[in-house]
């Protein structure tokens, strides 16, 4: 199993930790399947901080629409990051918005190996 946390050398300690919780019961072809598959879907926290100050400088709501979050990216789109407070307020916590998505992620992608392995 320690062999599949190095196809994951990127991961933020709380996503690490969630992470291993999450994949304890997989043998090591399921831990690896799962490795290679979250690995393309995971959002980056770096990323996520671009995508915010693009977001502050030019088109606001683009780090909303990278996460999936398509209501809120219109939103902020059509209200200027919520006149800038909204962009400025997710500036500070995009760890936070990036390990929301990851642990969703990460959840959809553990049901799928379970279902299809």
Known sequence: MANVF????????EELAYIQELIKDFDDHKAQQF?????????DPTNILI??????????GIHRFVLGQVGMGILY?????????????????????ALEFNIKTAQ???MLIKQYS
């Open 6 to 13: 190095q196809l994951m050398p990127n991961l933020e300690p």
């Open 51 to 60: 995508f915010a100050l693009i977001g502050f400088v030019g088109v606001a």
């Open 35 to 43: 490795a290679m598959t979250y690995m393309s879907r995971r959002k």
């Open 77 to 97: 789109l059509l209200t200027g990051g919520l006149c800038l407070i909204g962009t400025i307020v997710d500036l500070v916590n995009h760890k936070k918005l």
């Open 108 to 110: 959809q992608v553990s």
